[in-house]
C-alpha cells in the first residue's frame, strides 16, 4: 500500500524520514508532481508545491531552513511553513501539503493540478 | 539612633512587598525592616516564570532583588519562613514556627494562590498550579517523563504555562470553560485571531469544556468532562484562576471579604497594618496583574513615610500577553456594547486588529492584536480618560501618509512625572535626567541605572522613544546595528564571543548570544558558518543547512531550477584534452548554453539537479568555484612565454596563485588578475588583489572592484621575486578573511580598514605577515575539491542531489 485516504484526503507515500538530512529540503516527485519535503531541526516535516510564489517562479526546496520558516533559495522571502504565507514586506503565498508520518514513513496530501500536456 | 528606628515587618517577599520597600527606601531611612517569604528564594519576578519555562531565561536571570540587596539595605529576610498571625495585643508577628518579631508597622503582601477546581482527583499526583518556581521546577520535570499534558483554563496564565509546555516538547490541549480565550481581557475577535495563532504554534484546544473529574490512580491519568467525555493527559496544569492569600489576615482577625479589605491608602481593618497586591481587596476589586501593585505600593510607601498622596482609586487593568510571536493587549473596556463608538481595523493579511471603544467621545478601552506598537499610549489614554480626537485619531488609526514623526511627538509632549515603567515606578523625568546628566545611550544602560524595562519589558519603546527624543540625531550613531535582526552584536563582538567562549556550532553561538530569532536567518547563519570555519579551519565542521544554495550544492542555480558547472581552468588556461571532454559531456547532459566567463573559463549553463554528479565526474576537472565565497578566477595576459611586450610570465604565476590558493573560504568572492606588463591587458585594477609585472620584478593593488559599485584597486607595494609575491597575496587574504565581514568585498574593507593599516600589517611588519601567511597555509591543508569529496559520498550526494521519485500509481 503506498496510499490511504484520510476524510476524502488523498496521502501518498513519500519516502521514509531517514531519506531526508534534517534542515535540508529534498524533492519528491508524486505522480509527476514535485513536492518540496523540508524536515526541521525539530524533527516536523512540512511540505509545499515546489513552487515558488514569487512572480518569476523557480524552486523552493533549496532554501535555508530556520524554526518553521523557509529562506527561498532565489530571491530570499521568508515564508512561514505552517501557513505558507510570505512574511512582510514581501506578499503571496506557496501552496503547502499536509503531511503526517507515520512509523518512519512520510506521507504526504495535496491537491492534485492538472496537467495540460 | 539605631534604638528610636520604627519597625516596619513585611509578609511576604514578591514583587509587590519589596517593590513597597523599594519606594519607602527610597523615601526614608526610618524604618528598621525584617521581610518574611515562604518560598526559599529571593525576590524574584513572577510574570517572567512564563520565560524560565519557556527555556529563554534561567531562575537566575529572574531574580529582582539578590541576597545582597537585603544586606545592603539592612534588610533581615526570613526565607522559607511563613507567618501565621499577627498578634495585636502584643504588636508582635508570630511565625509558624513560633518565632515573635516586634512591629511598629505592617505589610501584608502574601499575594495568591492557584485555585484548584474543587473536583474529584484534584489532590492526584502530576496536577499543579502556575505560579511560584516550584510549579515551574515541576513542570520542566514533568516534560522530562511525560508527554500528553492539559492545560485547565485559557486565560493569561493557562496560554503562558501552554506555550512553556510546547516548548518543552509536550503534547499540550488547553481546555477552556468559555468559547473565547482570555475572555476576562479580549474580545470576541481578538480571542479567535489569538486562538488560531497559538495553534499555529502547536497549542491544542478544546473549548467550552466543563471538567469534571480528574481521572488515574494516584497519578493523573486524564479528564473527566461534563459530557462525559475524555481526554488523556499524563499532566495537568490548572490555571483557572487565583485566589488572594489571606489566611494570615483571617488568622489575625483582620476584614476579610475575598481580598483582605483595605481603604484607599492601603489600610486594613487593624491598626498599623497595611496590604498591597494580590491578596488584597479594595473598592471591591482584587488585581491578579503587576501594574495595579505598583500603584498601591507606591501611595503606601508615601502614606507610610508621611509624604503627602492622592488617595488609590483603582486601577485600569491592561494586560499583554507574554508569549513570543504572539502580541495581544487590552487595557479598560473591552467588549463593546451599545453605548460604546467603536473604531476598528482588522487586517486578515497581516493578521493585525486594532479598536478602541468611546463612550461619549471619551477613550474607554481598546484591544491590540499582532502589532501593540500604540498600547502604552492607549493605555495612558485610558487612564486619563482622554477625549478622541483628530489629530489623535490620525495618529493611533493612521492617515495614508508617512507618520514617522507621530511617536516622539508623544514622548515629547509627555509629562516628567508621568511614569514610563510602571513595575518599577520609572518618570519620564528620571530617565530623560539620566540621558543628559550621565551620558547614557543606550536602553540597557537606562534599565542598569533606574531599572525602567527591567521587570516586564513591556516599557521598553517607550524608553527607546525617550532616548531617541533626548539625543536626537545623536541616537542613531549611538544605536547599535547587529548583523542581522536576530541579534544587535555585530561581527566583531560575535567573533570575540566565539573565542572566549569557545562556541563551535553555529546553534551554539546563537543559543548562548541570545539571538532572537533562534535558528537565524539568510544573513547570519553563513554569515556563523563562515566565522567558526575561519577561526577553526581544522575542527569546524562545515554545516550544509547554513551554507546558501549555491555553496551547497558546488553550483550555481539558475532561475529555473537548473544549475551551471564551471571548472578550474588555472590562470585561464585550458588544454585541448579538457576542451573535448567539457564538449562531449556538454552534448551528453544537453546543457542549454556554454558561455566563456569574464573569468576566462567555460561555463556550462542548464544543467539539471540529479545529473551534476555525474557531469563532474565525466569532466573529471576541479571545481571552479563559481558559486563560492571563494577565491574565483585568476585572470591573466598571454606574459613573457609568448607576448613580446612581456616581462613576466603572468600565466605561470596566475595558475600558481591559483592552485595554491583555491577552494578555501573568504568573507566575498574573491578574484585576482596577473599582467606581464603594465599594459594591463588582465585588468588588474578591478580586482580584489591585481598584480602587474615589472622588469625587476611584481606591483601589487588591493580593492578593485568592477562590479555594483566600481573601484579602482589601490597600489600597495613592489615586490622583487615570486616567493615575496606569494607571502604577501597570502598575508592579505588572511587578514582580509580574519577582519573582513562576512559578504564585505575587499572593495569595501580597504576602505573600511584603511590602506595604511593593510600596508602595516602584510607588507611593513615582516613577522606578523610570517604569522598571517602560517596561518592562511594551515588553513589551506584542510581543503578539498567539493566535487570529488561528493562523489565518494554516496549517502549525502543521494540525499542532496536525487529527487525521491514515488510511483503512487491510482
Same mark, same amino acid.
Given at each position: 500500500?503506498?496510499?490511504?485516504?484520510?476524510?476524502?484526503?488523498?496521502?501518498?507515500?513519500?519516502?521514509?524520514?531517514?531519506?531526508?538530512?534534517?534542515?535540508?529540503?529534498?524533492?519528491?516527485?508524486?505522480?509527476?508532481?514535485?513536492?518540496?519535503?523540508?524536515?526541521?531541526?525539530?524533527?516536523?516535516?512540512?511540505?509545499?508545491?515546489?513552487?515558488?510564489?514569487?512572480?518569476?517562479?523557480?524552486?523552493?526546496?533549496?532554501?535555508?531552513?530556520?524554526?518553521?520558516?523557509?529562506?527561498?533559495?532565489?530571491?530570499?522571502?521568508?515564508?512561514?511553513?505552517?501557513?505558507?504565507?510570505?512574511?512582510?514586506?514581501?506578499?503571496?503565498?506557496?501552496?503547502?501539503?499536509?503531511?503526517?508520518?507515520?512509523?518512519?514513513?512520510?506521507?504526504?496530501?495535496?491537491?492534485?493540478?492538472?496537467?495540460?500536456? | 539612633?539605631?534604638?528610636?528606628?520604627?519597625?516596619?515587618?513585611?509578609?511576604?517577599?514578591?514583587?509587590?512587598?519589596?517593590?513597597?520597600?523599594?519606594?519607602?527606601?527610597?523615601?526614608?531611612?526610618?524604618?528598621?525592616?525584617?521581610?518574611?517569604?515562604?518560598?526559599?528564594?529571593?525576590?524574584?519576578?513572577?510574570?517572567?516564570?512564563?520565560?524560565?519555562?519557556?527555556?529563554?531565561?534561567?531562575?537566575?536571570?529572574?531574580?529582582?532583588?539578590?541576597?545582597?540587596?537585603?544586606?545592603?539595605?539592612?534588610?533581615?529576610?526570613?526565607?522559607?519562613?511563613?507567618?501565621?498571625?499577627?498578634?495585636?495585643?502584643?504588636?508582635?508577628?508570630?511565625?509558624?514556627?513560633?518565632?515573635?518579631?516586634?512591629?511598629?508597622?505592617?505589610?501584608?503582601?502574601?499575594?495568591?494562590?492557584? $485555585?484548584?477546581?474543587?473536583?474529584?482527583?484534584?489532590?492526584?499526583?502530576?496536577?499543579?498550579?502556575?505560579?511560584?518556581?516550584?510549579?515551574?521546577?515541576?513542570?520542566?520535570?514533568?516534560?522530562?517523563?511525560?508527554?500528553?499534558?492539559?492545560?485547565?483554563?485559557?486565560?493569561?496564565?493557562?496560554?503562558?504555562?501552554?506555550?512553556?509546555?510546547?516548548?518543552?516538547?509536550?503534547?499540550?490541549?488547553?481546555?477552556?470553560?468559555?468559547?473565547?480565550?482570555?475572555?476576562?481581557?479580549?474580545?470576541?475577535?481578538?480571542?479567535?485571531?489569538?486562538?488560531?495563532?497559538?495553534?499555529?504554534?502547536?497549542?491544542?484546544?478544546?473549548?467550552?469544556?466543563?471538567?469534571?473529574?480528574?481521572?488515574?490512580?494516584?497519578?493523573?491519568?486524564?479528564?473527566? $468532562?461534563?459530557?462525559?467525555?475524555?481526554?488523556?493527559?499524563?499532566?495537568?496544569?490548572?490555571?483557572?484562576?487565583?485566589?488572594?492569600?489571606?489566611?494570615?489576615?483571617?488568622?489575625?482577625?483582620?476584614?476579610?471579604?475575598?481580598?483582605?479589605?483595605?481603604?484607599?491608602?492601603?489600610?486594613?481593618?487593624?491598626?498599623?497594618?497595611?496590604?498591597?497586591?494580590?491578596?488584597?481587596?479594595?473598592?471591591?476589586?482584587?488585581?491578579?496583574?503587576?501594574?495595579?501593585?505598583?500603584?498601591?505600593?507606591?501611595?503606601?510607601?508615601?502614606?507610610?513615610?508621611?509624604?503627602?498622596?492622592?488617595?488609590?482609586?483603582?486601577?485600569?487593568?491592561?494586560?499583554?500577553?507574554?508569549?513570543?510571536?504572539?502580541?495581544?493587549?487590552?487595557?479598560?473596556?473591552?467588549?463593546?456594547?451599545?453605548?460604546?463608538?467603536?473604531?476598528?481595523?482588522?487586517?486578515?493579511?497581516?493578521?493585525?486588529?486594532?479598536?478602541?471603544?468611546?463612550?461619549?467621545?471619551?477613550?474607554?478601552?481598546?484591544?491590540?492584536?499582532?502589532?501593540?506598537?500604540?498600547?502604552?499610549?492607549?493605555?495612558?489614554?485610558?487612564?486619563?480618560?482622554?477625549?478622541?480626537?483628530?489629530?489623535?485619531?490620525?495618529?493611533?488609526?493612521?492617515?495614508?501618509?508617512?507618520?514617522?514623526?507621530?511617536?516622539?511627538?508623544?514622548?515629547?509632549?509627555?509629562?516628567?512625572?508621568?511614569?514610563?515603567?510602571?513595575?518599577?515606578?520609572?518618570?519620564?523625568?528620571?530617565?530623560?535626567?539620566?540621558?543628559?546628566?550621565?551620558?547614557?545611550?543606550?536602553?540597557?544602560?537606562?534599565?542598569?541605572?533606574?531599572?525602567?524595562?527591567?521587570?516586564?519589558?513591556?516599557?521598553?519603546?517607550?524608553?527607546?522613544?525617550?532616548?531617541?527624543?533626548?539625543?536626537?540625531?545623536?541616537?542613531?550613531?549611538?544605536?547599535?546595528?547587529?548583523?542581522?535582526?536576530?541579534?544587535?552584536?555585530?561581527?566583531?563582538?560575535?567573533?570575540?564571543?566565539?573565542?572566549?567562549?569557545?562556541?563551535?556550532?553555529?546553534?551554539?553561538?546563537?543559543?548562548?548570544?541570545?539571538?532572537?530569532?533562534?535558528?537565524?536567518?539568510?544573513?547570519?547563519?553563513?554569515?556563523?558558518?563562515?566565522?567558526?570555519?575561519?577561526?577553526?579551519?581544522?575542527?569546524?565542521?562545515?554545516?550544509?543547512?547554513?551554507?546558501?544554495?549555491?555553496?551547497?550544492?558546488?553550483?550555481?542555480?539558475?532561475?529555473?531550477?537548473?544549475?551551471?558547472?564551471?571548472?578550474?581552468?588555472?590562470?585561464?588556461?585550458?588544454?585541448?584534452?579538457?576542451?573535448?571532454?567539457?564538449?562531449?559531456?556538454?552534448?551528453?547532459?544537453?546543457?542549454?548554453?556554454?558561455?566563456?566567463?569574464?573569468?576566462?573559463?567555460?561555463?556550462?549553463?542548464?544543467?539539471?539537479?540529479?545529473?551534476?554528479?555525474?557531469?563532474?565526474?565525466?569532466?573529471?576537472?576541479?571545481?571552479?568555484?563559481?558559486?563560492?565565497?571563494?577565491?574565483?578566477?585568476?585572470?591573466?595576459?598571454?606574459?613573457?612565454?609568448?607576448?613580446?611586450?612581456?616581462?613576466?610570465?603572468?600565466?605561470?604565476?596566475?595558475?600558481?596563485?591559483?592552485?595554491?590558493?583555491?577552494?578555501?573560504?573568504?568573507?566575498?568572492? $574573491?578574484?585576482?588578475?596577473?599582467?606581464?606588463?603594465?599594459?594591463?591587458?588582465?585588468?588588474?585594477?578591478?580586482?580584489?588583489?591585481?598584480?602587474?609585472?615589472?622588469?625587476?620584478?611584481?606591483?601589487?593593488?588591493?580593492?578593485?572592484?568592477?562590479?555594483?559599485?566600481?573601484?579602482?584597486?589601490?597600489?600597495?607595494?613592489?615586490?622583487?621575486?615570486?616567493?615575496?609575491?606569494?607571502?604577501?597575496?597570502?598575508?592579505?587574504?588572511?587578514?582580509?578573511?580574519?577582519?573582513?565581514?562576512?559578504?564585505?568585498?575587499?572593495?569595501?574593507?580597504?576602505?573600511?580598514?584603511?590602506?595604511?593599516?593593510?600596508?602595516?600589517?602584510?607588507?611593513?611588519?615582516?613577522?606578523?605577515?610570517?604569522?598571517?601567511?602560517?596561518?592562511?597555509?594551515?588553513?589551506?591543508?584542510?581543503?578539498?575539491?567539493?566535487?570529488?569529496?561528493?562523489?565518494?559520498?554516496?549517502?549525502?550526494?543521494?540525499?542532496?542531489?536525487?529527487?525521491?521519485?514515488?510511483?503512487?500509481?491510482?
Amino acid at each position: 500500500m503506498n496510499m490511504e485516504k484520510e476524510n476524502s484526503l488523498q496521502f501518498y507515500a513519500a519516502g521514509s524520514v531517514d531519506e531526508f538530512l534534517l534542515q535540508i529540503g529534498r524533492v519528491v516527485e508524486i505522480n509527476g508532481q514535485e513536492i518540496a519535503v523540508f524536515p526541521l531541526s525539530d524533527g516536523r516535516i512540512f511540505a509545499a508545491l515546489n513552487q515558488s510564489p514569487h512572480p518569476k517562479g523557480g524552486p523552493l526546496a533549496e532554501g535555508i531552513l530556520s524554526g518553521h520558516y523557509l529562506y527561498d533559495p532565489l530571491y530570499d522571502w521568508k515564508i512561514d511553513l505552517t501557513t505558507g504565507l510570505v512574511q512582510a514586506p514581501d506578499t503571496g503565498q506557496a501552496s503547502m501539503c499536509r503531511v503526517k508520518v507515520e512509523n518512519g514513513q512520510v506521507w504526504i496530501a495535496f491537491e492534485q493540478q492538472l496537467q495540460m500536456t | 539612633m539605631n534604638a528610636a528606628k520604627e519597625k516596619l515587618v513585611v509578609i511576604g517577599n514578591g514583587m509587590a512587598g519589596i517593590s513597597t520597600v523599594e519606594q519607602i527606601l527610597k523615601l526614608t531611612t526610618k524604618f528598621d525592616i525584617t521581610v518574611f517569604g515562604s518560598e526559599p528564594h529571593p525576590n524574584y519576578n513572577r510574570i517572567m516564570l512564563s520565560y524560565v519555562l519557556e527555556g529563554s531565561k534561567t531562575i537566575d536571570d529572574i531574580v529582582l532583588n539578590d541576597l545582597h540587596w537585603y544586606e545592603d539595605n539592612g534588610i533581615k529576610l526570613h526565607m522559607g519562613t511563613a507567618v501565621s498571625r499577627i498578634d495585636e495585643q502584643s504588636k508582635e508577628v508570630v511565625t509558624e514556627q513560633g518565632m515573635r518579631v516586634p512591629y511598629d508597622k505592617v505589610l501584608i503582601a502574601t499575594g495568591s494562590n492557584s $485555585f484548584i477546581l474543587p473536583i474529584p482527583g484534584s489532590d492526584k499526583e502530576g496536577v499543579v498550579g502556575f505560579r511560584d518556581i516550584a510549579d515551574c521546577n515541576q513542570m520542566l520535570e514533568a516534560a522530562k517523563s511525560y508527554r500528553k499534558a492539559a492545560v485547565i483554563g485559557g486565560g493569561l496564565l493557562g496560554l503562558e504555562a501552554a506555550k512553556g509546555l510546547v516548548q518543552l516538547g509536550m503534547d499540550v490541549t488547553v481546555v477552556h470553560l468559555m468559547e473565547d480565550l482570555m475572555e476576562r481581557q479580549l474580545d470576541h475577535q481578538a480571542a479567535s485571531m489569538l486562538k488560531a495563532e497559538l495553534e499555529r504554534q502547536g497549542i491544542k484546544f478544546k473549548m467550552g469544556a466543563q471538567t469534571s473529574e480528574l481521572l488515574g490512580d494516584a497519578r493523573v491519568s486524564g479528564l473527566r $468532562f461534563a459530557d462525559d467525555t475524555v481526554l488523556e493527559a499524563e499532566f495537568v496544569v490548572m490555571a483557572v484562576g487565583i485566589k488572594p492569600n489571606v489566611a494570615v489576615a483571617r488568622e489575625s482577625g483582620i476584614t476579610v471579604n475575598r481580598g483582605i479589605v483595605v481603604n484607599d491608602y492601603m489600610q486594613t481593618s487593624m491598626e498599623g497594618v497595611y496590604s498591597v497586591g494580590e491578596c488584597t481587596e479594595h473598592r471591591g476589586t482584587c488585581y491578579g496583574l503587576v501594574a495595579p501593585l505598583f500603584e498601591q505600593g507606591s501611595i503606601l510607601a508615601k502614606h507610610i513615610c508621611g509624604v503627602d498622596t492622592a488617595p488609590y482609586e483603582g486601577s485600569v487593568m491592561s494586560t499583554k500577553l507574554k508569549i513570543s510571536g504572539v502580541d495581544v493587549f487590552s487595557t479598560g473596556a473591552f467588549i463593546d456594547g451599545p453605548e460604546h463608538t467603536v473604531i476598528s481595523n482588522k487586517d486578515d493579511w497581516k493578521r493585525t486588529y486594532k479598536k478602541i471603544l468611546l463612550q461619549d467621545g471619551i477613550i474607554v478601552g481598546a484591544v491590540l492584536f499582532g502589532d501593540i506598537d500604540d498600547a502604552n499610549e492607549l493605555q495612558k489614554l485610558v487612564k486619563n480618560k482622554a477625549e478622541m480626537t483628530d489629530e489623535l485619531y490620525a495618529s493611533l488609526m493612521g492617515t495614508g501618509c508617512c507618520g514617522g514623526g507621530k511617536k516622539t511627538a508623544a514622548v515629547e509632549t509627555m509629562p516628567d512625572e508621568e511614569i514610563v515603567c510602571g513595575c518599577n515606578g520609572v518618570t519620564k523625568g528620571t530617565i530623560v535626567d539620566v540621558i543628559t546628566n550621565q551620558g547614557l545611550t543606550t536602553v540597557d544602560e537606562i534599565k542598569a541605572c533606574t531599572g525602567a524595562t527591567r521587570s516586564c519589558g513591556g516599557c521598553k519603546p517607550v524608553v527607546e522613544q525617550i532616548l531617541q527624543y533626548v539625543l536626537g540625531d545623536g541616537f542613531t550613531a549611538a544605536t547599535k546595528q547587529g548583523i542581522c535582526g536576530c541579534t544587535t552584536l555585530s561581527r566583531d563582538e560575535i567573533v570575540a564571543e566565539i573565542q572566549e567562549k569557545g562556541l563551535q556550532t553555529t546553534k551554539e553561538v546563537m543559543n548562548v548570544l541570545g539571538w532572537s530569532q533562534p535558528e537565524g536567518c539568510s544573513k547570519c547563519r553563513p554569515a556563523l558558518n563562515y566565522y567558526l570555519g575561519m577561526l577553526y579551519p581544522d575542527t569546524h565542521e562545515d554545516e550544509k543547512p547554513s551554507r546558501f544554495v549555491n555553496e551547497r550544492m558546488a553550483a550555481n542555480i539558475q532561475k529555473d531550477g537548473t544549475y551551471t558547472v564551471v571548472p578550474r581552468m588555472y590562470g585561464g588556461v585550458t588544454t585541448p584534452e579538457e576542451l573535448k571532454r567539457i564538449a562531449d559531456v556538454s552534448l551528453k547532459y544537453d546543457v542549454k548554453v556554454v558561455k566563456v566567463t569574464g573569468g576566462q573559463r567555460l561555463d556550462l549553463i542548464g544543467v539539471k539537479k540529479e545529473d551534476l554528479p555525474k557531469v563532474w565526474e565525466e569532466l573529471d576537472m576541479p571545481s571552479g568555484y563559481a558559486y563560492a565565497k571563494s577565491l574565483r578566477t585568476v585572470k591573466t595576459c598571454v606574459g613573457s612565454q609568448f607576448c613580446r611586450f612581456g616581462t613576466q610570465d603572468s600565466m605561470g604565476m596566475g595558475a600558481i596563485l591559483e592552485r595554491k590558493f583555491e577552494r578555501l573560504d573568504f568573507p566575498a568572492k $574573491f578574484k585576482m588578475a596577473v599582467n606581464g606588463c603594465p599594459r594591463n591587458c588582465a585588468e588588474s585594477c578591478t580586482k580584489d588583489i591585481g598584480i602587474v609585472g615589472n622588469d625587476g620584478g611584481w606591483e601589487i593593488f588591493v580593492g578593485g572592484n568592477g562590479g555594483i559599485k566600481a573601484r579602482l584597486a589601490d597600489p600597495l607595494c613592489k615586490v622583487k621575486t615570486d616567493d615575496e609575491l606569494i607571502e604577501i597575496v597570502g598575508a592579505i587574504m588572511q587578514y582580509y578573511r580574519e577582519s573582513g565581514n562576512y559578504l564585505e568585498r575587499t572593495s569595501e574593507w580597504v576602505e573600511r580598514i584603511g590602506l595604511d593599516a593593510i600596508k602595516a600589517n602584510v607588507v611593513d611588519d615582516h613577522e606578523n605577515r610570517k604569522a598571517l601567511m602560517e596561518r592562511i597555509e594551515f588553513a589551506l591543508q584542510q581543503v578539498e575539491d567539493p566535487w570529488k569529496k561528493m562523489l565518494n559520498d554516496t549517502e549525502h550526494r543521494e540525499k542532496l542531489y536525487n529527487r525521491l521519485e514515488m510511483s503512487n500509481q491510482l
